[in-house]
Every structure is written in structure tokens, then in C-alpha cells.
T-cell receptor
Framework: DAGITQSPRHKVTETGTPVTLRCHQT?????MYWYRQDPGHGLRLIHY???????DKGEVSDGYSVSRSKTEDFLLTLESATSSQTSVYFC?????????????FGDGTRLSIL | AQSVSQHNHHVILSEAASLELGCNYS??????LFWYVQYPGQHLQLLLK??????LVKGIKGFEAEFIKSKFSFNLRKPSVQWSDTAEYFC???????????FGKGNQVVVIP
């Protein structure tokens, strides 16, 4: 399996609190992604990064921000969590050398906003 | 932007039955195509991929998929399923030169022993 570690694996928090999820990789891959997975919606891209300090929005970026200060770490922050952000969050990585590279996924973080 | 449609979101079948999951994509250019599998409680794993060449692609665990360019399709098949194939299956696509994947909504497959 690709060297991807997501933390925490589970979190329960209250509406309005800030939440930060971490994705750590040991593969030195250029591209990192954050997805959310919800029943009936499949996986939807939140944000992605194509290098240190280089990030871009995905299709469901509202309410989320990201940061990448080191190649190996990609942080996802919910500034003020809402119940609609209850979901399973997956991080993925790919080398990014051309688009012919599959993404590899972490084990996910189950986040519940009460 | 690319998009993906998967049909028959819930599939229930018996062991040894054949499985076929449909996947159609929408994109105006050349694409890369993927099927991922997610076993209960686990992360997504790559099942197979198509970049170019032979449109019939063989993946792990006896799965194969066929790219039909004229139909914008990339259907997944397995001739004889096992109970351990119970999982959710996702089709994904990206345009050549585009590192963003678009996923379908998934097929929940349950294999009854």
C-alpha cells in the first residue's frame, strides 16, 4: 500500500468548531487530494495540491481550506464545522508526472459534526 | 469538465454468477479510465486502468474492463464472482493532461454465498 497516513481516523465535534484533518505521505509524490465520500454521491473533490504552497479548488470547496507547507503534508481545515460536513474524508496522492498515474488513497477519516 | 455515470447502483447476485457494471463518461478529448474497489470499511484500491493500446484491460482478482470509444463506455466485468467481491465499485476518468479525477457515484455489489 502507498505510504499515506490520515489523522485522526475518527472525530466527533460540535457545530461551529474548527477542525483540521491531516494527510501525511512518505512517497514524495507531487500531487495530493482531499475528497469527501457521501452515500449516493460517490467521491467528490474538495481541494488538491500540485506542489508546496500550490493548491486549487475542487467541486465542493465551499467551507473548506487547505495548506501544504511541506511535500509530505496536506492539511484540510473546516473553519467552522457544519452538520452538512459530516462525511468520510479521503486523502489521495499521485506522482503527477503526466496524467497517466492512478491516485492512491489513504484509509479515511470519519468526521461527525453534531 | 469530465463526468461519469454508473448504472445499477445496487447489485445483488449469487456466487458464480457473472457481473457487469456499466460506466459511461462525458469528455470531449482523450481520457484515462480507472475502476476502483472499496471493500467494507476500507479505502479505495485500484482495480484496473486504461491509458492507451488494447481496449480490453485485465486487472486484479479476475476483473476486466473494455473501453469502447464510440460509446464513451468502460464497463467492468467478472465471469464468476465470489463472496469476497462484495464491495463498492467506482469508475473514474480524467482527461489527458488533467490530474483531476471525476468519479461516478458507485455500484454497491453484494454477493450472496
Amino acid at each position: 500500500d502507498a505510504g499515506i497516513t490520515q489523522s485522526p481516523r475518527h472525530k466527533v465535534t460540535e457545530t461551529g468548531t474548527p477542525v483540521t484533518l491531516r494527510c501525511h505521505q512518505t512517497e514524495n509524490h507531487r500531487y495530493m487530494y482531499w475528497y469527501r465520500q457521501d452515500p449516493g454521491h460517490g467521491l467528490r473533490l474538495i481541494h488538491y495540491s500540485y506542489g508546496v504552497k500550490d493548491t486549487d479548488k475542487g467541486e465542493v470547496s465551499d467551507g473548506y481550506s487547505v495548506s501544504r507547507s511541506k511535500t509530505e503534508d496536506f492539511l484540510l481545515t473546516l473553519e467552522s464545522a457544519t452538520s452538512s460536513q459530516t462525511s468520510v474524508y479521503f486523502c489521495a496522492i499521485s506522482p503527477g508526472q503526466g496524467s497517466n498515474q492512478p491516485q492512491h488513497f489513504g484509509d479515511g477519516t470519519r468526521l461527525s459534526i453534531l | 469538465a469530465q463526468s461519469v455515470s454508473q448504472h445499477n447502483h445496487h447489485v445483488i447476485l449469487s456466487e458464480a454468477a457473472s457481473l457487469e457494471l456499466g460506466c459511461n463518461y462525458s469528455y470531449g478529448g482523450t481520457v484515462n479510465l480507472f475502476w476502483y474497489v472499496q471493500y467494507p470499511g476500507q479505502h479505495l484500491q485500484l482495480l484496473l486502468k486504461y491509458f492507451s493500446g488494447d481496449p480490453l484491460v485485465k486487472g486484479i482478482k479476475g476483473f476486466e474492463a473494455e473501453f469502447i470509444k464510440s460509446k464513451f463506455s468502460f464497463n467492468l466485468r467478472k465471469p464468476s464472482v465470489q463472496w469476497s467481491d462484495t464491495a463498492e465499485y467506482f469508475c473514474a476518468v480524467n482527461g489527458k493532461g488533467n490530474n483531476r479525477l471525476a468519479f461516478g457515484k458507485g455500484n454497491q455489489v453484494v454477493v450472496i454465498p
